[in-house]
């Protein structure tokens, strides 16, 4: 089992840049693949990025694709999501999720056992 903690979001202007940061605590946080999503107001959660379990292998959805980072730090048991580049369509709360072993559907919010509590990212025009 492991427990997400994401911090980092906040109101930014359009064109900014933000870091978000997911912590994870219990154990074997390397053997999770991982991944971001969103929810703008008033829709669904949607996919952002994933990452396999050894960082080797990275998926975005097209909305970020080239804006945005996704990346993983083992050793602090630590997920990230680089955000430049910022529009205010990006505006929701992002959430990080995890999930044992592999994924066969990065982008099915199923496919994930567990879920942060979320972060707000608000992007002003």
């Known amino acids: 089992q492991v427990q997400l903690v994401e911090s980092g979001g906040g109101l930014v202007q359009t064109g900014d840049s933000l870091r978000l940061s997911c912590a994870a605590s219990g154990r074997y946080f390397h053997n999770y693949a991982m991944a971001w999503f969103r929810q703008p107001p008033g829709n669904e959660r949607e996919f952002v990025a994933a990452?396999?379990?050894?960082?080797?292998?990275?998926d975005y959805d097209d909305s970020v694709k080239g804006r945005f980072t996704i990346s993983r730090d083992n050793a602090k048991d630590t997920l990230y999501l680089q955000m430049d580049g910022l529009k205010p369509e990006d505006t929701a709360v992002y959430y990080c999720?995890?999930?044992?072993?592999?994924?066969?559907?990065?982008?099915?919010?199923?496919?994930?056992?567990?879920w942060g509590q979320g972060t707000q990212v608000t992007v002003a025009s």
């Open positions: 999720a995890a999930k044992w072993g592999y994924v066969n559907t990065k982008e099915e919010t199923s496919s994930y056992d567990y």
């Open positions: 990452i396999t379990w050894r960082g080797h292998i990275t």
